[in-house]
């Protein structure tokens, strides 16, 4: 990672309306609205049933791109992801909120370190594991889902965390959050909105719950409690803003330094004692007011054009706290038309290959320092991106994983 003491480090990374903010509930994703609009059932993901008719029509006809062989890449580079926890359903699958393997000797004997000590060990096994970036953060319960699809979520003092009958348990205890992120190929990415790019999106998700699932049960092996989560629990970008990876930017998702928003965020949830890393400011606020490319090539017209706002655009965003509000539903009737995923906002960001001198023609707020070219700079400095010629084209460089 980019050392973070190069970047301003700060301690109010977002704006909170604290009187209008409410914790988010799952019933208000897209994902579920769509779904209920669609079917009339209470479901997560009924509304992908669309996008699946819209892939095997195109893949009938012969649409190029969307041949047969082409989806069945996409199928294998998701399989992991369906087989670990489908996305996220909180305490499911190996997702589960209870040791897998770990000996009880070992869940009951808690190696003690100072929370310094124990966060390096932490962050090792977290890269050892799959993340390509980690922070750790206190789990803010503002953070923390209200409900999932039927039971809510409730944080209480109690000794282990625990779904029963009625609710999701959370121990007070459970105060950390270890977040990381896992970077997909932005050559693949910028391919949106065709296959190609759902395909790094599944390979992504796979590799969230590797890593989440491996990092909890080292965690219990260390005698602490873990919930390992990927789009369950708890609100995966605030929790990544305030722990140091990135910042929200116009397209309403996590801009990171190194990789910018091409990105798959999870986390996983703690009780033991460690070393929190800080929010950090490297500009994409002030870059992103100034750039309108996510928004000019989101095909549903999704992203605003105007400025951050405390008000939501739609039913399925959350009141409270400033920033771009993007129209959710929009975006996925999108996805039922395309018959895959699609990227296009991610792959139009220049945060991801970095600054090149023919962004200035389109820019109309040219500065002394312009945020993306330090950014690019500092990516070229500690090895994520290769600029042959400064202001040219760029390649984005990845790190060598040298575990799983």
């Not at 897209?30 to 209920?36: G, L, N």
């Not at 459970?174 to 296959?195: F, G, L």
């Not at 009780?271 to 549903?300: H, Q, R, T, W």
């Amino acid at each position: 990672m980019i050392p973070r003491h190069e970047m301003t480090l700060t301690d109010k990374p977002y704006k909170i309306d604290e009187k209008n903010y409410e914790r988010y509930p799952v019933t208000n994703q897209a994902f579920a609205t769509v779904s209920y609009k669609d079917t009339g059932d209470i479901g997560l993901y009924l509304s992908l049933n669309k996008m699946m008719d819209t892939m095997i029509s195109k893949m009938q006809k012969g649409v190029e791109g969307r041949k047969q062989e082409n989806n069945a890449l996409d199928m294998g580079a998701n399989s992991l992801n369906l087989i670990l926890g489908n996305y996220g359903k909180p305490n499911s699958q190996l997702l589960k909120w209870q040791p897998l393997f770990t000996p009880e000797m070992m869940q009951k004997n808690k190696v003690n370190y100072k929370p310094e000590k124990l966060s390096e060990m932490v962050k090792e096994a977290a890269f050892l594991y799959g993340a390509d970036l980690i922070g750790i953060t206190d789990l803010n319960p503002k953070w923390v889902f209200s409900q999932d699809m039927v039971k809510p979520y409730v944080i209480k003092e109690t000794d282990k965390p625990r779904e029963t009958e009625g609710e999701f348990v959370i121990p007070k205890s459970m105060n950390k959050a270890i977040v990381m992120s896992v970077a997909m190929n932005d050559e693949m990415t910028k391919a949106s909105p065709s296959v190609k790019a759902s395909v790094t999106t599944a390979i992504g998700y796979s590799r969230m719950g590797i890593t989440a699932v491996a990092l909890a049960e080292y965690i219990r092996g260390l005698g602490y409690n873990a919930i390992p989560a990927m789009n369950d629990t708890a609100l995966s970008i605030p929790l990544a803003v305030d722990a140091g990876l990135g910042q929200l930017g116009r397209l309403g998702i996590l801009i990171t330094p190194e990789y910018g928003p091409n990105v798959r965020l999870f986390k996983v949830i703690t009780d033991m004692p460690l070393e929190n890393d800080k929010p950090i400011d490297f500009g994409v606020v002030e870059f992103c007011k100034n750039c309108y490319l996510c928004a000019e090539s989101c095909p549903s017209g999704a992203i605003s054009f105007e400025e951050p706002t405390f008000e939501p655009a739609c039913d399925n965003n959350n009141p409270g706290v400033e920033k771009w509000p993007i129209k959710s539903e929009e975006c996925l009737r999108f996805w039922q038309e395309n018959g895959a995923s699609c990227s296009n906002c991610i792959a139009a960001c220049p945060f991801i290959e970095g600054y090149k001198s023919t962004m200035c023609i389109e820019c109309e707020d040219c500065r002394t320092r312009c945020v993306l070219q330090t950014n690019t700079f500092m990516r070229k400095k500690y090895g994520y991106l290769d600029v042959k010629q400064w202001g040219g084209e760029s390649k984005v460089l990845y790190p060598r994983r040298k575990g799983l």
